[in-house]
């Protein structure tokens, strides 16, 4: 199997579209001893369990990142966990901004508090790349939660619990993104589009999942790590989900950015390339002995961003990932 293998697992957020997705691919095949599913709202806890997802491997806690007490008792035993849960609709964050600090920056402090103190062996926090260079709130709590995961390895001590950060782009078809959206749409015959030079980094929700649990096997504690995906094009997309529509073009909303970036020209300088992905080491003494075997450094003023990406989606690609959807 894999390092996975007999470990205890909780993950927050599990009843998501990635948190399916992760429970359905670490059962099948990585045999954790047990899953623990940990999330606020328990219908749609019911109905992931009534769903399939039932395996004798799973336990569904009841709790909120808020609440610090709840999480020390769900880690109690825990190898490792999956931070997923997050308040991530942008307008939502906006109108909403005290509750988008509380659940996505001090859900991330409880978090590693709690797991500190559980004596947790690993946290992955799952990020964005709205957290480069923040446009909005929702990025912002995001990059602060970046930083406290990077920065509380400070706490753990030589031989502690460690904590790393994956960051990626949009994630098809996964609730709430565009995706869905112009196929509701479309039954219509218009769809709307911000700004037709919009560019997105893509990535399914498997890929996703695939990150994760190769950045468990990798970390050492501190580091960010970038997987290496394409890039799309707002009208190959709309092309791809609803062709023949009308186009109303209604302006690039507030807080929205024409391109995202997954890694800026400043991290670049403390960052390696590997084969699949990049990782960002963290610039502090404590990480100077560490080194990733086979890793290059890259170039002076390297940028990732999704318009200048050397990897696109095709419209007959964008279709066929679109199909996996349904």
């Known amino acids: ?36 599913i940990f999330s606020r709202d328990e219908l749609k806890q019911h109905e992931m369990r009534v769903g399939g997802f039932n395996q004798p491997e799973l336990r569904y806690f009841i709790g909120d990142v808020r609440d610090g007490e709840r999480l020390r008792r769900a880690m109690n035993g825990v190898d490792i966990v ?34 500190l103190d559980a004596k947790v062996s690993k946290v992955i926090g799952v990020s964005t ?17 970046e930083k406290v995961f990077v920065q509380g390895n400070a706490y753990s ?20 993104s565009v995706i869905p959206l112009f196929l509701d749409q479309r039954k219509t015959g218009r769809i709307a589009i ?12 498997e890929q996703g999942v695939a990150l994760v649990l190769r950045a468990a096997e990798l970390m050492r504690g501190g580091e960010t790590f970038i997987p290496k995906i394409p890039s ?12 023949g529509c009308e186009i109303d073009h209604i302006g690039i909303r507030a807080g929205e950015k024409l391109h995202e970036v997954l890694l800026s020209e400043d991290e670049a300088r403390t960052s390696i390339e590997l084969e ?3 990782v960002i080491e963290p610039s502090h003494p404590w990480w100077r002995e560490v080194k990733y075997d086979n890793g290059k450094r890259l170039p002076e003023g390297f940028r990732y961003a999704s318009d200048t990406n050397t990897e696109w989606l095709r419209v007959d690609e964008l279709r066929k990932l679109i199909e996996t959807m349904r």
Not at 1 to 10: C, G, Q
Not at 92 to 105: D, K, L, S
Not at 232 to 243: C, F, K, S, Y
């Open 82 to 115: 999956v931070h997923a849960a997050a308040m991530k609709q942008v307008p939502a964050c906006e109108y909403n901004p005290f509750e988008a600090i509380a659940t996505n920056v001090m859900g991330a402090k409880n978090i590693i508090d709690a797991a």
């Open 194 to 205: 911000t700004d037709k030079r919009m560019t997105r980094f893509w990535i399914t929700l």
């Open 129 to 145: 790349d709205k957290a480069v260079a923040p446009a909005n709130l929702y990025g912002a709590t995001k990059l602060c939660a």
């Open 276 to 278: 699949d992905l990049y």
């Open 232 to 243: 799309m094009n707002i009208m190959d997309l709309a092309e791809a989900v609803a062709p």
């Open 1 to 36: 199997m894999t390092w996975w293998k007999d470990k205890v697992v909780l993950l927050t957020g599990g009843t998501g579209s990635f948190g399916k997705r992760f429970t359905q691919i670490l059962l099948r095949d990585h045999g954790p001893r047990k899953l623990i």
């Open 157 to 176: 001590g030589v031989g502690g619990t460690q904590l790393a950060v994956v960051r990626y782009g949009n994630v098809v078809g996964s609730r709430g």
